[in-house]
Structures are given as structure tokens and as C-alpha cells.
């Protein structure tokens, strides 16, 4: 099975700041990566697949870069509705590991 | 609407058994892949299995392999998850989600979610 390992696990940020979200495939993955965002209480949203591709109505702060092992998720200027838990995801092999999650908090 | 809604979960006594459904409206049932995805309280998400559009192709994730069975009705835009033998570390909120790509393919993603029913095993 392929291992998803996220860092950070939590972090807490001000408004406006740079934030970047580091996820790790124990093995190549290629591109088969997905970024999600879930607040409390609520499904997961996808942010970002195929690694870089920003889902449509998805704000455009939001990017994400990286292939085979090692992957980015970075907002450029983080929001205060940008709170939540984020979450990679890999597509290339069953079963689809997630990472563990890295909570956002905003300060 | 485009939306997945789940049902079945409720509380059961550890090796006992239950039926999750999915209700899939607004979109092509029977032409995309769906997947169970659980969250156990507090904790991340974890894939549980998927299947193909036609129901030829499934994949479990290993702790759940020999006890729990997905299947589909696509006259009845339904997706289910037959549980058996229910372990207390199968307690979590189990999310229908399903499998998109476009021009992405074959880099696939989970594009649309349900609420999630929650199922909880104890004594």
C-alpha cells in the first residue's frame, strides 16, 4: 500500500499570510495527487487534482505543484474562511490513502 | 440537484451487521466509478472500497476485505455497502463519493460527496 504522510499536522497562520501544506508518496505516484479541504462538520471538497489542476469555482490563491513522491499545496494569501483540515490524496493505486490531515487554524 | 444521500447507519453491537445505501440523483449514475470513504470520529478519512460503473471491478481497503461487500444498482442510481461482522474500529461516519475525470483523465478525483451516515459499533 502506498503511505500518505502530510506535515504539517497543524498549523495556525494570520490573514494574508503564505501557507504551503507538504504531502509524501512512499512510493512515485506521478501526478495522481488530490488536495482536499474539509471544515467541521461537513464532506471533504476537492481543491486540487492531478496534482497542479485547480477545481473549477476553487479560489485561485489556492495551487498545488509536485510529482512523483513529493507534493505542495500552497495558499498565496490565506483567508479567514480558509480554516479547516486538508487533505492529500492519492489516485494511482487501491487502496487510496489519504494523508493524515494537516489542521489549519487561523490566528 | 446534482447529490449523494446516504442512510442506513445507526448503532449495532460489535459482530453485527448493516446496510449502508446511496442515493445518487442529478448525474449519470451508471457511468462513474463510487467509492465509501469513512471518517471515525475526530479522526482522517479512509477509503474503503470502490466499483466500477458496470459493478465488474471492486477494491477494499485490507482491514475491511472478507467483512464488507460494495455493490450497485444503476436502474436504481444506488450505491451500497453491505456490513458484516462489525468491529469497534469500524465506528466512523461513512461518506459515498463519487470518482470524476474529464480532461484530467486518468488522473481521477472525488468530485461530489454526500453528507455521510454514521455508523456506530458497540455494545
Known amino acids: 500500500d502506498i503511505q500518505m504522510t502530510q506535515s504539517p499536522s497543524s498549523l495556525s497562520a494570520s490573514v494574508g499570510d503564505r501557507v504551503t501544506i507538504t504531502c509524501r508518496a512512499s512510493?512515485?505516484?506521478?501526478?495522481?495527487l488530490n488536495w482536499y479541504q474539509q471544515k467541521p462538520g461537513r464532506a471533504p471538497n476537492v481543491l486540487i487534482y492531478?496534482?497542479?489542476s485547480l477545481q473549477s469555482g476553487v479560489p485561485s490563491r489556492f495551487s498545488g505543484s509536485g510529482s512523483g513522491t513529493d507534493f505542495t499545496l500552497t495558499i498565496s494569501s490565506l483567508q479567514p474562511e480558509d480554516f479547516g483540515t486538508y487533505y492529500c490524496?492519492?489516485?494511482?493505486?487501491?487502496?487510496?490513502?489519504f494523508g493524515q490531515g494537516t489542521r489549519l487554524e487561523i490566528k | 440537484e446534482v447529490q449523494l444521500v446516504e442512510s442506513g447507519g445507526g448503532l449495532v453491537q460489535p459482530g453485527g451487521s448493516l446496510r449502508l445505501s446511496c442515493a445518487a440523483s442529478?448525474?449519470?449514475?451508471?457511468?462513474?466509478?463510487m467509492s465509501w470513504v469513512r471518517q471515525a470520529p475526530g479522526k482522517g478519512l479512509e477509503w474503503v472500497a470502490n466499483?466500477?460503473?458496470?459493478?465488474?471491478?471492486?477494491y477494499y481497503v485490507d482491514s475491511v476485505k472478507g467483512r464488507f461487500t460494495i455493490s450497485r444498482d444503476n436502474a436504481k442510481n444506488s450505491l451500497y455497502l453491505q456490513m458484516n461482522s462489525l468491529r469497534a474500529e469500524d465506528t466512523a461516519v461513512y461518506y459515498c463519493?463519487?470518482?470524476?475525470?474529464?480532461?484530467?483523465?486518468?488522473?481521477?478525483?472525488?468530485?461530489?460527496w454526500g453528507r455521510g451516515t454514521l455508523v456506530t459499533v458497540s455494545s
Open positions: 463519493a463519487k470518482g470524476y475525470c474529464s480532461i484530467s483523465c486518468p488522473y481521477w478525483y472525488f468530485d461530489l
Open positions: 442529478g448525474f449519470t449514475f451508471s457511468s462513474y466509478w
Open positions: 466499483i466500477k460503473p458496470d459493478g465488474g471491478e471492486k
Open positions: 512510493q512515485s505516484i506521478s501526478s495522481y
Open positions: 492531478a496534482a497542479s
Open positions: 490524496q492519492q489516485s494511482y493505486s487501491p487502496p487510496y490513502t
